[in-house]
């Protein structure tokens, strides 16, 4: 009996506000998964020892250590080079994190690790509506925006293993800050669920006497989600943040496809719950924004994995290479 027949990955995606993670097998299914919130520890040693407890019983499961190939991880500001989350701004665990290596020593089991929307890119193109193309470009709009970008079948992964953050491309010059980088402008600062609160928060600001099912919530009760449940009900000023955050998203969605000319453009994460209500924006302001030779080529589509299974697929996709 072949060992890798009944072997088994773990893949892990860290996000900005939840873990996700699942013990996969070598048909890629999923048999099972849990999650954590990310920031509720103030050290990553403690975040590993929580990851554990609740992790451990699931390997022990299907048989123990033994019978799994690896841990896969995928983080944010992670480098597959270096198994290091470095300066992740949405993460509470400040400057390099040495995780792969953390991880690899607390389970036993070889672990290796890249940028959570690298993984989630592998895991569409492996499993996903991606699945066959060889050029394409993944965006994640969570508690930030993440991309990862495939080239020739390939991830691009650059000299240093930081290529393709998306996010953080300035697409308003002197623009909104991002409290994380202190940088102005960036894609992030707008068009992820955080940057759909801040612009929530802008536009009654601006508009103090417009009535709106949004003033019956308080700014900590403010959320994408609050957002779309009031624009669904035909909120104006709902339905104005989302139609401004989609032309923000599709201009920069027009430069990105003017770089690397992708087959397909794969949207995911929460923010994809709000449906045509981001989509039809991103995609006129997309259209708009792009030369001639670019127009109506290019598929703007939501994964049809389920949210956090992308990720974690792509992620065990690491350490099936290895064997």
Request: with cysteine; glycine share 12%.
């Amino acid at each position: 009996m072949a060992e890798t027949k009944h072997s088994f990955a773990v893949g892990i995606d860290i996000g900005g506000t939840t873990t996700k993670f699942g013990i996969v097998d070598s048909n890629g299914v999923i048999l099972e998964q849990s999650r954590i919130p990310t920031n509720q520890h103030e050290n990553a040693s403690d975040f590993i020892e929580e990851l554990y407890r609740i992790l451990k019983p699931m390997i022990d499961r299907q048989g123990g250590e033994k019978n799994f190939v690896g841990v896969g991880v995928g983080a944010p500001n992670g480098n597959y080079y270096s198994g290091t989350i470095e300066y992740a701004p949405n993460l509470k665990w400040k400057g390099i994190i040495p995780m792969a290596s953390l991880m690899q020593e607390k389970f036993g089991l070889p672990t290796k690790l890249t940028n959570d929307a690298n993984a989630a890119a592998v895991g569409e193109m492996m499993y996903g509506c991606a699945k066959g193309m060889k050029h394409f470009i993944t965006i994640t709009l969570g508690t930030g925006v993440g991309s990862g970008i495939v080239i020739d079948g390939k991830i691009l992964l650059g000299h240093d293993g930081f290529a393709g953050e998306l996010g953080h491309t300035i697409i308003r010059h002197g623009g909104r800050i991002h409290k994380g980088t202190g940088v102005k402008g960036t894609l992030e600062a707008y068009a992820s669920a955080t940057g759909v609160r801040e612009t929530a928060i802008e536009f009654l600001t601006q508009e103090p006497n417009a009535d709106s099912l949004l003033r019956n919530y308080s700014i900590d009760e403010l959320t994408s989600q609050t957002v779309y449940e009031c624009a669904i009900q035909g909120d104006r000023i709902a339905n104005k943040i989302f139609e401004f955050t989609g032309t923000i998203l599709g201009e920069a969605l027009a430069n990105f496809i003017m770089f690397s000319s992708p087959e397909a453009i794969v949207l995911f994460g929460g923010l994809t719950n709000a449906g045509d209500l981001i989509l039809n924006p991103t995609i006129q302001s997309m259209e708009a924004n792009l030369i001639q030779v670019f127009k109506n080529k290019v598929k703007v589509m939501f994964s049809n994995l389920k949210e956090a299974d992308a990720a974690i697929l792509g992620a065990s996709a690491l350490v099936w290479d290895n064997k």
